[in-house]
């Protein structure tokens, strides 16, 4: 089974449409100094299934986790997004950046290679910095944003 995403906390978050501005992103990102141990992309099925919106695929555990989650944060249905995002055939890159600087040259190369729906997942708030692009994905209407 893939790995579970637990929490977005400290990661900036980002959709590419295609594989290809995926790969470019990551070395773009590595270019500006972050290293790739702190770079993530997510895609197809097995990368869907780390962000899990529901839980169900992770069994009882992860279940409840997202069911406290999505009452008690305000990132929960994004990760509804991510997860159909992927499973869509689309990319989507996780850079953990070390402080503020980094994440916005994150955010700005990202935007450079035509990412959507970035966001920057906190303690308590996520940061919006770029919407999502195009027609959006098939979630849940409670899941919507």
Do not use: C
């Amino acid at each position: 089974m893939a790995r579970f995403l637990g929490s977005a906390r400290g990661r900036l978050l980002a959709v590419l449409d295609n594989d290809e501005a995926a790969e470019a992103a990551i070395r773009a990102l590595e270019e500006i100094g972050i290293p790739r141990d702190r770079l993530e992309i997510f895609t197809g099925d097995d990368g869907a299934s780390a962000f899990d919106g529901s839980g169900g695929h992770h069994g009882p555990a992860a279940r409840l986790l997202r069911t406290l989650q999505f009452t008690l944060m305000d990132q929960m249905p994004d990760f509804a997004y991510y997860e159909a995002a992927a499973r869509q055939g689309r990319s989507v890159v996780s850079v953990r950046a070390r402080n503020e600087p980094e994440m916005r040259r994150a955010v700005e190369t990202l935007l450079a290679h035509g990412a959507h729906f970035i966001n920057q997942f906190g303690l308590f708030t996520t940061e919006e910095f770029e919407r999502w692009h195009g027609e959006e994905p098939k979630v849940p209407g409670f899941m919507r944003r």
